[in-house]
């Protein structure tokens, strides 16, 4: 068997109105709590929300006395609640009919000058092909984009920040290139050494034992051999 649903807001607010119209009394609120569960099936937890709703659309009235809360409704208020209710209903339907007449006097004012005639379409042809024009126009203007004397010269600026930069670069090639060459240099001028020092050591330890040299390169000004600047 399937749940029984719940009552709805409106069907709960309902049905604690007829508490009092039934009644004709004045209640406290731990007085609904108990009678509106049992006689009209509201939900012990949602009475206290129901009434206050009640209270603040002023259906139902609510005096303090003492230290207790107070509430009452009779079917002459509720009545007249319904009656403002419906008066500010109306009110609200004529602004709105005020509303939608001025949008269709306001729509007929911009309809007008703009019936579909001859001259009209004539003119919205025109106009099109202006509107193509210009498009092709500009499309045209991109072509030439390169002639134009602001591109240029942001063009010429490019061109001396390229030509700065490989200036720089070519500075910086030829600055290394130098250290190479020196570096190439020293490390031949040290071989050189290391050969010399080695050959005159060997011919003198040749002599000193009676050896004989069996071939000894020499080296003639040897004071210029300098190292490389």
Known sequence: MSKKKGLSLEEKRSRMMEIFFETKDVFQLKDIEKIAPKTKGIAPMTVKDVLQSLVDDNMVDCERVGTSNYFWAFPSKALHARELRLEELQKQVSEAQERKSSLQNAVGKAKEGREDTTERSALLKELQALKDEQIQLHTELDKYKECDPEVVEQMKKSNAVAKEAVSRWTGATYTLERLILRKIRYIIF??????????KTYRTVCQRFGFKVIFIPTIEKTSEVHFPS
Do not use: D, R
């Open 190 to 199: 040290l071989k050189i050494i290391s050969i010399y020092i080695s050959l």
